[in-house]
């Protein structure tokens, strides 16, 4: 049936239709006091979801733009940065401060766990010269669905003196993440998540002892550099033509964000996840996060039943009921799916993916 389709991945995520109409009306000339009032509004309403008091900035790249603008503001080819991975994109930090010329040290342990922070104290308290100077980090890590202790990691960071970098894409706005409170120094989001936009912007929030380290930073680069975004900011308006439709997509999302409450926001998504948690253990399914206490509120991991493939499960519920999952990545490719529970996802999206799910069993147990 057309236009019922049900998007249950973790990312891009379903766009409410209030969002779709506004964005579908002309481009309005991004210099114009009209698009500067907009825009002033979203700044003020991203600062309530990204929890800070600091400017967030806004790139039309998506989330993997906001990482490469995180790292390349702060590193100075030979810098030692030391990367946290707990799953695929925990691994992309890596690749990308190497691409700016840092030394790279890795922590990784096997995907479905999360970092020990008793070993990134031991690791940065061996660091008696602090050479390192970055550590990255993923709160909800989207390929497995597990949640490092931001709040806790980010604490040892800091007590080190290293710059603490964390990808946010499938946190915030569905777990919280206090960067201010947490001593979080660059934290970046994506629009396709819980923002509840389609893809295309990216956003970064960077504390005050980064933008000290962005001074000293060489080659900073020149579309993604901070001065440029920070300074243009005060005066309510981007370096350069930003995405417009997009923005003006976000200025409706935030302030149905804000209607609803971030608390109520964050509940949501926890109820729904629990939800969804809860009962694939009762009708059968086993996940690939055992422990609720390191599961993400964004998206769920979980192995087919015996005697059915992931490919049939993802297949069914595509071609039976119109719900798209996803399937796993890299090593977990037809291992595991990924259910997303991410942005615009009611109790009823949960309810309907898990009936389903029941009725695909007893068709493909037969
Ligand atoms: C945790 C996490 N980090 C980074 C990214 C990369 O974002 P993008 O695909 O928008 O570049 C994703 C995308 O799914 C993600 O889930």
Redesign the pocket.
Known sequence: MKDKTLLMI??PTPVPETVLLDMAKSPMPHRSTEFSAIFDEVNENLKYVFQTKNDVFIFA???????DAALCNIINAGDKVLSLVI???GE?WGKIAESHGAIVERITVPYGEVIDPEVLSERLAKDINKEIKIVTL??????TGAVNDVKTLCQIIKEHGALSVV?????VGAMDIKPDEWGIDVL?S????GFMIP?GL?FLVASEKAFEAHKQCKYPGFYFNWSAYKKNLAQHTTPYTPAVNLVVALHTALKMIRAEGLENVLKRHKENAMLLRNSLREIGFSLFIEDDNIASY??TSIYPPEGISVPEIRKALKEDYNIIVANGQNDLKDKIFRIGTLGFISERDILTVLASLMEIMKKLQK
């Open positions: 973790p990312g790249a998506s989330g993997t733009g906001a990482m799953g695929n994109f992309r993923t709160q909800s890590e989207t390929s990808d946010g894409v499938t946190s970046v994506g629009s396709q998540k893809p990216s964004a998206v």
